[in-house]
């Protein structure tokens, strides 16, 4: 039986009862919906497909609501895109504008505040390069260093300039209100800096005290990883944003590192973005997206998570298979190593593995194996000690 659990996200691609029942079939444990996307009513029917086709299949599939946070987004352009080339004179403003002729928008007001001349603006995860000259008024004046098209509402990053925007923006606030609503599982707090991101967010959940996983985006809580760890009921690596926000070549390091010490405090720990990137146009992966997924779950991971693989990719089913079928093989050679291999020889594997036994990983409704989780304590029991408020109804899923 296969212990760690697949997180598939939802759109365009999987919005269907067939296709998140071949979802479920396939393997999908927890469905993410992004809140960056997508309206409310969207996503509640997305959240009542979900729930009637597993009940009638009988299997449990948690809800995680991504909220988007502090992300500086771009806004919309004439056409749908915008062609920038190297060399190009280029002005990112603050004005509500539609974006044309070497205008890029931005609803983020507190932009000129955080940026100076000579500052890097990256675009759409850094395919898109800016060297900003000057700034004046609502308008950033910038050089493109690396070309590309830039398309509506892609990301806009700031590496190593500070974000004036809180972690839990007006958006948010309104978004986690109707995920309350609708009464999602978990939600993913995205961009979070410091502990106290975590506590602040904790009085948006409270009626139904939804356990909160912590989005590992910046350097700043690369940092803190332990801190943070101590009061969220989960970590997710998200190797997108932090892979632009830090240099690529140190993004493996930095992944092992915070699995193996989130490991260490019997937390629960999921790794993201980019693990089958290929299958969004083709239906078979990479071998080196099959070696990601599998070191993901040899690091220790809990989960392992498809983004547009599954939302926007011409393939969904056929990744959340793929995935399942790279963590079965993954877990059945690690359990055939440790039982054909003589105690004394060396391990050629991530250490994470001895410090964490099958037999403790964790259910869906959090129960917690470690001191350092006494606040998911407080909101869970143990499998064995009965229903909890993440397992009772039978939309309710748990780590099994």
């Not at 280029?90 to 205008?103: A, S």
């Not at 070191?295 to 939302?311: K, Y």
Request: net charge positive.
């Amino acid at each position: 039986m296969r212990k760690a659990k697949i997180i598939c996200t939802l759109g365009p691609a999987s919005d269907t009862p067939g296709v998140i029942e071949g979802l479920i079939r396939a393997g999908m444990n927890m469905a993410r919906l992004n809140f960056s996307h997508g309206t409310h009513e969207e996503h509640r029917r997305r959240v009542e497909t979900i729930r009637k086709v597993a009940k009638r299949l009988g299997t449990p599939v948690a809800i995680l609501q991504d909220i988007q946070g502090p992300k500086i987004r771009l806004g919309r352009f004439d056409g749908g895109q915008l062609l920038v080339k190297q060399g190009q004179s280029v002005t990112v403003t603050t004005r509500n504008v539609l974006g044309q002729d070497g205008v890029i928008p931005t609803p983020i007001k507190t932009l000129v505040k955080d940026v100076a001349k000579g500052h890097e603006i990256l675009l759409d995860d850094g395919r898109v390069r800016l060297r900003v000259l000057r700034v004046q008024g609502q308008d950033v004046q910038c050089r493109v260093e690396v070309g590309g098209v830039l398309k509506n509402h892609k990301g806009l990053n700031l590496p190593g300039s500070p974000m004036s925007v809180p972690t839990i923006t007006r958006k948010d606030a309104v978004d986690l209100a109707f995920g309350q609503e609708v009464g999602v599982d978990y939600v993913a707090l995205s961009f979070v800096r410091t502990p106290e991101d975590i506590k602040k967010a904790r009085a948006h959940v409270a009626k139904l005290k939804t356990p909160l996983i912590a989005k590992i985006e910046k350097p700043q809580a690369v940092e803190r990883v332990e801190e943070i760890a101590a009061v969220a009921d989960g970590i997710m690596v998200a190797r997108g944003d932090l892979g632009v926000e830090m240099p690529l070549a140190r993004l493996p390091a930095i992944q092992k590192h915070m699995v193996s010490a989130v490991n260490r405090m019997g937390g629960l720990v999921i790794v993201a973005t980019e693990m089958l990137e290929s299958m969004v146009a083709n239906a078979r992966p990479t071998r080196a997206e099959v070696s990601d997924v599998a070191n993901a779950i040899l690091d220790g991971a809990d989960a392992v998570m498809l983004s547009g693989e599954t939302a926007a990719g011409k393939y969904p089913i056929e990744a959340a298979s793929t995935m399942a079928c790279i963590v079965e093989e993954t877990e059945r050679g690690v359990v055939k190593h440790q039982h054909h291999s003589p105690s004394s020889a060396p391990r050629t594997w991530a250490p994470a593995w001895p410090r964490r036994p099958w037999r403790r990983r964790r259910s869906w409704a959090l129960a917690p194996s470690s001191p350092t989780r006494r606040a998911a304590t407080r909101r869970a029991s143990s499998p064995s000690s009965g229903p909890t408020r993440a397992s009772s109804p039978s939309h309710r899923a748990r780590w099994r």
